[in-house]
Nanobody
């Protein structure tokens, strides 16, 4: 099982980024996958989740209405479209299957 996140970068407040998480070793339809983030000096927090079966989604209040989680089952890739970014969205972003399998973080920096 491997997960590899990418797509982070520097963006101005109000801008957008799309994160990707390439997966291998399992099928997206069999497992739920989440996006997490950890800002400097803060604990890691879950921000979005998509169920394996059915694909229903969940968003933390802090990102609801601005972020959209999606997946491409054929390409085994998970996405996080982030719009209307705020300086407080600055963090290392991770994709994970449960709490057992984690990708490396991808850094998102939002300038004010």
């Amino acid at each position: 099982v491997q997960l590899q996140a990418s797509g982070g970068g520097l963006v101005q407040a109000g801008g957008s980024l799309r994160l990707s998480c390439a997966l291998s070793g399992f099928r997206l339809v069999d497992y739920g996958i989440g996006w997490f983030r950890q800002a400097p000096g803060k604990e890691r927090e879950g921000i979005s989740y998509i169920r394996g079966s059915g694909g229903s989604t969940y968003y933390a209040d802090a990102v609801k209405g601005r972020f959209t989680i999606s997946r491409n089952n054929a390409e085994a890739t998970l996405y996080l479209q982030m719009n209307s970014l705020k300086p407080e969205d600055r963090a290392l972003y991770y994709c994970a299957r449960g709490y057992e399998y984690w990708g490396q973080g991808t850094l998102v920096t939002v300038s004010s």
